[in-house]
């Protein structure tokens, strides 16, 4: 199965590089290279290098300037599984509060060696890993707190206010902007069923796993799903760093992951192969017995990483809406794909838009052995969207379920989608089937160890500023 090439194909392999360096031809600088016995001069030119690259990237990438992205007012939005009107003002807050909660990675700069490479950054190659740990970090937060947990500062950090729009378009209606910080008043507390029913602001330990998942997924060589530990997974895969990496390639990594790290050993990945669900091999993850007591895990969950194609060389539009039936459900931790040559995480739609996050913005790197390490790098405060035509074709669906009940459920539900009369695609994007694959080797499961609550001194939260902007229309 072909995959979506990430952004590094605008650099070129390092081959491709050498030749076009033998025909004259100029390429951008190489960024976050630090060899051994150089001097003082040398480094400080690889750090005006570094900065150089960042800017050509963020240039590149449209980071540099405002955005704007415009939203209808008569449409629901839909983001993992939750919907908003714009025509309300408490769910233009809703919305503010559930997009800015989501955990936004992108390149970076800076970080220490990987392994057997002078290579301190990922700019350029990195997108589709750093969209699959956008992904996986989604799955932790609906694991060990819930679907409906929000960061506290996220209204602190942006607020949307509606302001008349001069504008002659009969579709145009008002435009919002994200400027001012809420006010208390305007502050709502998750109180879901598989959340606590007591303000998030009385709850410190939910920022403590909220900050031990960045620490999991920070940029060094001790972090279980960091940079450094994906790509030394993606060794055994036959890839390096600085090669570039498709949706499928990322599923079997992320997979690869979770079974070598006891940070969640309640916590599996199913991938599923050729585009086909095997019943039977899942339940086995989800009642694999717990290896200290040998009885049944009640509390194992899954993550479920289906690797498609919905097209030849482009995306075919007769799954337009199939893909936007899978990210109204509540169990959809979104997909990781984009746009040709650029790595993308999908997380919702409106109308034939997708919602994404977008790692390609080169930040520094943040140190998360400290206690209060900032947060607003890992935050975004710019919604984007495109149209769901413009999809690379390759891309992988994941789904979560807490239990075998849920994925029961979740089996029903996407049957009902796969199999849905009004369905255009004359083949489904995957099947689910009763059976077992002979293939699949299901991994032994870890020693099971409760997650361990620590008990840190909570600090103040940095302030994001309010420099980019959307509107919605």
Same mark, same amino acid.
Request: proline share 7%; charged share 20%; net charge neutral.
């Given at each position: 199965?072909?995959? &979506?090439?990430?952004?590094?194909?605008?650099?070129?392999? +390092?081959?491709?590089?050498?030749?076009?360096?033998?025909?004259?031809?100029?390429? /951008?600088?190489q960024m976050g290279y630090q060899g051994a016995g150089r001097d003082g001069a040398t480094d400080e030119v690889d750090k005006i290098k570094s900065k150089l690259m960042t800017a050509w990237n963020s240039v590149?990438?449209?980071?540099?300037?405002?955005?704007?992205?415009?939203?209808?007012?008569?449409?629901?939005?839909?983001?993992?599984?939750?919907?908003?009107?714009?025509?309300? %003002?408490?769910?233009? #807050?809703?919305?503010?509060?559930?997009? &800015?909660?989501?955990?936004?990675?992108?390149?970076?700069?800076?970080?220490?060696? *990987?392994?057997?490479?002078? *290579? =301190?950054?990922?700019?350029?190659?990195?997108?589709?890993?750093?969209?699959?740990?956008?992904?996986?970090?989604?799955?932790?937060?609906?694991?060990?707190?819930?679907?409906?947990?929000?960061?506290?500062?996220?209204?602190?950090?942006?607020?949307?206010?509606?302001?008349?729009?001069?504008?002659?378009?009969?579709?145009?209606?008002?435009?919002?902007?994200?400027?001012?910080?809420?006010?208390?008043?305007?502050?709502?507390?998750?109180?879901?069923?598989?959340?606590?029913?007591? +303000?998030?602001?009385?709850?410190?330990?939910? $920022?403590?796993?909220?900050?031990?998942?960045?620490?999991?997924?920070?940029?060094?060589?001790?972090?279980?799903?960091?940079?450094?530990?994906? &790509?030394?997974?993606?060794?055994?895969?036959?890839?390096?760093?600085? %090669?570039?990496?498709? +949706?499928?390639? &990322?599923?079997?990594?992320?997979?690869?992951?979770?079974?070598? =790290?006891?940070?969640?050993?309640?916590?599996?990945?199913?991938?599923?192969?050729?585009?086909?669900?095997?019943?039977?091999? !899942?339940?086995?993850?989800?009642?694999?017995?717990?290896?200290?007591?040998? =009885?049944?895990?009640?509390?194992?969950?899954?993550?479920?990483?289906?690797?498609?194609?919905?097209?030849?060389?482009?995306?075919?539009?007769?799954?337009?809406?199939?893909?936007?039936?899978?990210?109204?459900?509540?169990?959809?931790?979104?997909?990781?794909?984009?746009?040709?040559?650029?790595?993308?995480?999908?997380?919702?739609?409106?109308?034939?838009?997708?919602?994404?996050?977008? /790692?390609?913005?080169?930040?520094?790197?943040?140190?998360?052995?400290? $206690? #209060?390490?900032?947060?607003?790098?890992?935050?975004?405060?710019?919604?984007?969207?495109?149209?769901?035509?413009?999809?690379?074709?390759?891309?992988?669906?994941?789904?979560?379920?807490?239990?075998?009940?849920?994925?029961?459920? *979740?089996? #029903?539900?996407?049957?009902?989608? *796969?199999?849905?009369?009004?369905?255009?695609?004359?083949? /489904? !994007?995957?099947?689910?089937?009763?059976?077992?694959?002979?293939?699949?080797?299901?991994? $032994?499961?870890?020693?099971?160890?409760?997650?361990?609550?620590?008990?840190?001194?909570?600090?103040?939260?940095?302030?994001?500023?309010?420099? #980019?902007?959307? $509107?919605?229309?």
């Amino acid at each position: 199965m072909n995959s &979506v090439s990430p952004a590094a194909t605008q650099y070129g392999s +390092p081959e491709s590089r050498r030749r076009r360096n033998l025909s004259g031809r100029h390429d /951008p600088p190489q960024m976050g290279y630090q060899g051994a016995g150089r001097d003082g001069a040398t480094d400080e030119v690889d750090k005006i290098k570094s900065k150089l690259m960042t800017a050509w990237n963020s240039v590149k990438y449209g980071w540099t300037v405002k955005m704007k992205t415009q939203f209808s007012r008569s449409s629901p939005l839909y983001l993992l599984g939750r919907h908003y009107y714009f025509g309300y %003002d408490d769910d233009i #807050d809703r919305f503010q509060r559930d997009f &800015v909660s989501r955990v936004w990675l992108t390149y970076r700069r800076d970080f220490p060696a *990987l392994e057997g490479t002078q *290579l =301190t950054t990922d700019c350029g190659w990195g997108c589709m890993i750093r969209s699959a740990q956008m992904m996986l970090a989604q799955a932790l937060l609906m694991h060990l707190l819930c679907r409906d947990w929000s960061w506290p500062e996220a209204l602190s950090t942006l607020l949307v206010e509606m302001e008349p729009l001069r504008s002659s378009s009969p579709h145009s209606l008002n435009s919002f902007s994200l400027s001012s910080p809420v006010s208390p008043a305007s502050r709502r507390y998750c109180r879901s069923a598989s959340c606590p029913s007591k +303000p998030q602001e009385h709850i410190p330990h939910q $920022e403590h796993i909220h900050r031990d998942i960045l620490r999991w997924l920070s940029d060094g060589p001790d972090a279980p799903f960091g940079l450094h530990h994906m &790509v030394k997974l993606g060794g055994s895969l036959g890839k390096k760093a600085g %090669d570039w990496y498709g +949706p499928s390639i &990322v599923a079997h990594i992320l997979r690869k992951a979770l079974e070598t =790290t006891p940070q969640v050993p309640e916590l599996s990945v199913y991938v599923s192969q050729d585009c086909t669900v095997y019943r039977a091999d !899942v339940e086995q993850l989800l009642s694999a017995d717990d290896p200290v007591t040998g =009885t049944g895990s009640a509390g194992r969950a899954v993550i479920i990483l289906i690797p498609v194609r919905l097209g030849g060389e482009s995306f075919n539009p007769v799954y337009k809406q199939c893909i936007k039936e899978f990210l109204q459900m509540s169990a959809c931790l979104g997909i990781i794909g984009g746009k040709p040559k650029h790595s993308l995480y999908f997380i919702g739609y409106q109308d034939n838009h997708l919602l994404y996050l977008d /790692p390609h913005y080169c930040q520094a790197h943040v140190d998360t052995s400290t $206690e #209060d390490f900032p947060l607003d790098t890992f935050h975004c405060n710019s919604p984007r969207k495109m149209s769901i035509v413009k999809m690379d074709p390759s891309c992988t669906i994941a789904f979560y379920a807490r239990n075998r009940a849920e994925f029961g459920a *979740l089996c #029903d539900h996407l049957m009902k989608v *796969l199999s849905s009369p009004s369905a255009e695609e004359k083949y /489904p !994007v995957f099947i689910i089937s009763e059976g077992q694959a002979q293939e699949l080797s299901v991994p $032994e499961p870890l020693p099971r160890s409760s997650y361990a609550l620590a008990h840190r001194k909570q600090g103040a939260m940095a302030k994001r500023p309010s420099s #980019d902007e959307f $509107e919605f229309l």
